[in-house]
């Protein structure tokens, strides 16, 4: 009997191990869930200082600099993009000036035909006059926030000196999303890959929404070589992969396992289009320089909630994943993806779609289990005592009743 409850109960435990394996949704495919689990941590930079020149009753503003994309490595606000998108960051006053100088040369002579001499001219003999200079050095996050940001390491620029076209920055905060750098001496030719970031030709401008300035490109591809290098020496990774444009540089090129490979950095002109290989700095050379401006990389409180929180969104345990979505959203309130996975939730707990969490049982079944055998083996030991003494008060009768005989 003990035997036979046993083997019973394995099969309930066996069972109910296996609802939440048949309760996984069918509608998220392997990219949508990395994607997902990618964005928050990537951000767009903004390097760059303006001024407005006068020149007789004309303003004439100019810019210098531009913006790229980048991702947090590290919960505590540092982020790994490229040198040359923050390199204005180390301009001086003189450098600055003489930048903004010549934005104006070319928009004279674009905008107003006039030749390049006199353009020159107006500056050199003081008719041009240039006001205050500012600058701009600014990371906006997916969820709206617009932090600035301290250059913390940098190398050089692609064909410069050390030709590892990286650098470090850090915004103040706490509890950001990262992402994980993996090997890079590990990748291999064919390998799929995923670039993400802020291309500008994914930009709407003018007939866009605000809120659409927030939101990133995800390119998928793969690996055309691993075995390239920089004349300097520094290794690169040409990869595939389209839509990818200005903008997209210093963001992060990711592997089927959401592993940080690289860092895509520049892409050869084809024909005079946008369509020739791209490349990227090895995640390997960010680690030097993530350890170059005293930082590792690091998951964060958020990630692990957030994480958690998607594994039981997925399978459709939407009170689960509610409460690591709230957990999320208390630790990094600018999260850019939990108000509507909050939101999602509730709605489908309130229609009814809820799934029931079988482990949350486990303890309460294993000690309904452990009450029934112990019942079960009390049971049998009382019938085995009753039976004990019914045989016991049968042998009394017999030997009282030959005593008598004799």
Not at 322 to 340: D, N
Not at 387 to 394: E, G, K, M, R
Request: aromatic residues 12%.
């Amino acid at each position: 009997m003990t035997k036979k409850l046993f083997i019973v109960t394995l099969v309930i435990l066996f069972i109910l191990s296996q609802l939440s394996v048949f309760a996984a949704s069918k509608e998220w495919t392997s990219e949508e869930k990395l994607a997902k689990l990618t964005k928050p941590a990537v951000v767009r930079v903004w390097a760059y200082y303006y001024g407005t020149w006068t020149i007789g009753n004309y303003q004439i503003p100019a810019y210098y600099g531009g913006f790229g994309s980048g991702a947090f490595i590290n919960p505590d606000g540092y982020i790994m993009t490229n040198a040359h998108v923050v390199d204005v960051y180390n301009h001086d006053d003189n450098k600055k000036w003489e930048n903004l100088a010549w934005q104006l040369v070319y928009t004279l002579m674009e905008n107003y035909n006039l030749p390049k001499e006199q353009a020159i001219a107006l500056i050199t003999q003081g008719y041009a006059r240039l006001g205050k200079i500012s600058s701009v050095f600014t990371v906006v996050t997916p969820g709206g926030e617009e932090l600035p940001f301290d250059l913390k390491e940098i190398g050089a620029s692609t064909g410069e000196k050390s030709g590892k076209d990286i650098a470090i920055i850090k915004v103040e905060g706490r509890n950001f999303p990262t992402l994980r750098l993996g090997d890079s001496d590990k990748v291999r030719t064919g390998e799929r890959i995923f670039v993400a970031g802020y291309p500008s030709a994914g930009d709407l401008r003018s007939i866009g929404s605000k809120n659409s300035q927030l939101e990133w490109s995800w390119a998928p591809g793969s690996i055309s070589s691993d075995k390239k290098s920089t004349a300097q020496g520094a290794p690169l990774i040409q990869v595939n992969a389209e839509g990818v444009t200005p903008g997209n540089s210093g963001g992060p090129v990711l592997n089927s396992d959401g592993q940080v490979i690289g860092l895509l950095t520049f892409y050869m002109n084809a024909n005079g289009t946008l369509n020739g290989p791209l490349y990227c700095m090895a995640s390997n050379t960010v680690q030097e320089y993530v350890r170059k401006a005293g930082a590792t990389n690091d998951e964060s409180l958020t990630d692990k909630a957030y994480r958690e929180g998607l594994e039981f969104y997925w399978k459709g345990y939407y009170t689960k994943a509610l409460t690591k979505f709230e957990e999320v959203k208390r630790l990094y309130a600018k999260h850019s993806e939990v108000e509507s996975l909050i939101a999602e939730c509730q709605k489908n707990i309130a229609e009814g779609n809820d799934k029931r969490y079988w482990p949350d049982y486990y303890a309460y079944l294993g000690l309904l289990i452990t009450l029934v055998v112990a019942v079960s083996i009390i049971f049998i030991y009382l019938k085995r005592k009753k039976a004990q003494a019914a045989i016991t008060t049968d042998q009394n009768v017999t030997q009282t009743k030959e005593t008598s005989d004799n």
